[in-house]
């Protein structure tokens, strides 16, 4: 039994029910039902209640912001979105569910038939694995890791391999532009997107991200306000969302690396993508928002507050999708090298710093930074990011020269021509 | 400020964000339409109509068919041919309107709707009886006698044949009954249709 997992209010429910204080478990009240020797049967029953809920919520949460999202980019548009099928078209992500689901489910005749099947499985996977961590409110957390942050950033990472994997089995010239696209970008950004997170680990003063929680009397978003920024940027490229989506660039490369895959892997790598942005916005609401403490009865109401906070996010990058035109690869790049990564150096930096002089590391025992303390560093971090935007914005910005028109003969003219 | 150009995108959205959207509701509501719309399901009214087929020589497309027989008073008299077929192939008409424009007795006029979606071809075509049963809103187009008095097909209700014409009925009538016409161009300031006593002079 792994100390992880008796912290999880369910799994501890659903163990003590069937088996009870059996085996090494001696954290139950009493008796479960299952006679001794079963407790592996109680911790696979556990697991499994614990795998469906997870799953469930992930792809209904992922249907429900689909809708969500057209819904609110229609509305962005001075449109109305669908509105067929149910109260404001509620039921249209089941509509299309169903179509997709009743749709074939070709395989290219020169695909790689393992990894093409492979694709959606790992990209979900990824997805799930990622949410293992995320606490959804006080003690409803399926592990508390202490290298929380480091595993969010390894897990959310294994798509560039899935996305990589399905451009290449394709055997399809479009989805493997867009698998090059995908590759050369994901790596990029995903430096300024770990160091972004470095500063606040640097003021926890641990991974995990129930201490990252518990360590905001003041939200992050306030105190780290470039790493906020950074992680923001860089997550909605990992996350492929419209100012960063070359690699399924409709108007180019047809749809990029999944332009081979129809029926239900379509639906699952779809699935994947948009839960994905309901994680990323559940990790920025807990690191940089505080998670679940909200204005009070953060104890009663914790999934409440997360759920607006996550909401809110959500909102934020429907509204950036709606907005932004697509970036060249040009400039995504000079964007992640020129902008992204030197704002994260600062934020780094700086953080150092200023944990370094709140004497934050009293020998070797890290402490507590207080509420006030963390006010005053907020103070100092956010002209430090208007300057610094101001400054690195220049660099990333592109200079377009008119190249002088050079005028050259390279075949003599028709009509000075001389003819014999 | 770097970032300030994204700001204002952003601002452009979020306007957009808070204005009622502009999408009709094609089924349950209709953009309004101009009473001058060239539409389908032509009004035709059968007691203006000499049979004279202005009409189909007019088509473009030849795509008006009629075919009349001699009714049984002489068009002195004051009768006129009855007409047995008048097919209108709707699916190849370009609504074009020259037809009306040739018809010399106002008996044809564009109609006023656009749903005339069918499963077959020969569903398009518009035939005598349709056309006879037909609720009839003529468009104004090419009538400014009609435009003139007011009439929006798509709002106020059918019209009769005698409600249509460029003149009053009863000027016809008279007509008939062998009142003598002077002429007289119409100048500004003219009364349009007051009384018909100039006509009848
Ligand atoms: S509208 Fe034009 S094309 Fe249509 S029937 Fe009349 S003349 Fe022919
Ligand atoms: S031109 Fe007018 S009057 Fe002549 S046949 Fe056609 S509809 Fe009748």
């Known amino acids: 039994m792994t100390p992880f997992l008796q912290e999880n209010v369910v799994f501890r429910e659903v163990y003590c029910f069937l088996g009870g204080n059996e085996g090494n478990a001696s954290w139950c009240g009493g008796d479960g039902l299952l006679p001794g020797g079963f407790e592996w049967a109680a911790y696979f029953a556990a697991g499994f209640v614990i795998m469906f809920i997870l799953v469930n919520a992930a792809l209904l949460g992922a249907a429900v912001f689909v809708w969500s999202e057209r819904r609110l980019l229609a509305r962005f548009q001075a449109r109305r979105g669908p509105n067929r099928w149910g109260p404001w078209g509620i039921f ?51 592990v508390n890791l202490n290298v929380g942050i480091l595993y969010i950033i390894a897990v959310s990472s294994m798509s560039t391999i899935a996305i990589f994997m399905a451009g290449w089995s394709s ?22 997107l770990v160091l972004s997170l470095v500063g606040v680990v640097l003021i926890v003063g641990s991974m995990s991200l129930v201490s990252v929680v518990e360590a905001q009397t003041v939200p992050f978003l306030l105190v780290q306000p470039l790493g906020a920024l950074v992680f923001m940027l860089g997550i909605s490229a990992e996350l492929n969302r419209t100012p960063f989506d070359i690699l399924e660039a409709e108007s180019e490369i047809i749809a990029g690396y999944h332009t081979e895959y129809s029926g239900i892997k379509f639906a ?46 959500v909102m934020l990058f429907i509204w950036i999708r709606a907005t932004f035109p697509r970036l060249r690869i040009d400039q995504i790049m000079a964007f992640a090298w020129k902008f992204l990564l030197p704002l994260a150096l600062i934020n780094f930096l700086v953080t150092a710093v200023q944990v370094y002089f709140f004497g934050f ?41 008119v190249p002088e028109p050079v005028f050259q003969n390279i075949a003599p003219s028709p009509r000075t021509m001389e003819v014999d | ?49 000499t049979g004279c087929a202005s009409c189909a020589k007019y088509c473009p497309l030849g795509i008006i068919k009629i075919v009349t027989s001699e009714g049984g008073r002489s068009p002195q008299e004051g009768g006129h041919y009855d007409i047995d077929v008048f097919d209108i192939d ?12 040739a018809c010399p007795y106002d008996a044809l ?45 798509h709002k106020d209700s059918a019209l009769d044949w005698r409600a249509v014409g460029r003149e009053k009925w009863e000027w016809h009538q008279r007509e008939k009954a062998g009142a003598r016409i002077k002429f007289r161009p119409a100048r500004v300031g003219d009364k349009t249709q007051e009384g018909d006593g100039e006509a009848r002079s």
């Open chain 1, 92 to 142: 249209q992500p089941i509509a299309d569910l169903l179509k997709l689901i009743i749709k074939e489910d070709i395989v290219p005749n020169a695909a790689d038939r393992l990894a093409f099947t492979l694709v959606p499985i790992i990209m979900l996977m990824a997805l799930l694995l990622s949410l293992a961590v995320m606490p959804f409110a006080r003690n409803t957390y399926l």
């Open chain 1, 171 to 192: 055997a399809n010239k479009y989805a493997m532009f867009g698998a090059m696209r995908g590759v050369a970008m994901l790596i990029s950004y995903e430096i300024p």
């Open chain 1, 268 to 313: 699952l790598i779809q699935a994947a993508e948009m839960a994905g942005v309901l994680a990323a916005s559940g990790f920025l609401a807990t690191i940089f928002m505080g998670g679940w403490s909200g204005p009070f009865w953060s104890g009663q109401l914790g999934a409440f507050w997360f759920l607006v906070k996550l909401a809110g996010f």
């Open chain 1, 361 to 401: 590391y009293q020998g070797d025992v890290p402490g507590e930074l207080t509420r006030n303390e963390l006010w005053i560093m907020a103070a100092i971090n956010i002209p430090v990011a208007l300057i610094a935007i101001g400054i690195f914005g220049r660099f990333s910005r592109e200079k377009v020269r």
């Open chain 2, 1 to 49: 400020m770097y970032g300030f150009g994204l700001a204002k995108g952003l601002m452009v959205t979020l306007k957009n964000f808070i204005r009622p959207p502009f999408t009709i509701q094609y089924p349950e509501e209709r953009i309004p339409q101009h009473p001058r719309f060239r539409g389908e399901e032509f009004a035709w009214y059968e007691e203006r109509c």
């Open chain 2, 90 to 101: 709707i699916g190849r008409c370009m609504f074009c309107g020259l037809c009306v424009e």
């Open chain 2, 109 to 153: 006029f564009m109609g006023s709707g656009f749903e005339r979606g069918r499963y077959e071809r020969q569903d398009l075509v518009i035939t005598v009886d349709e056309l006879r049963e037909a609720v009839k809103k003529p468009s104004t187009w090419f009538r400014p006698q009609l435009e003139d008095s007011g009439y929006d097909p």
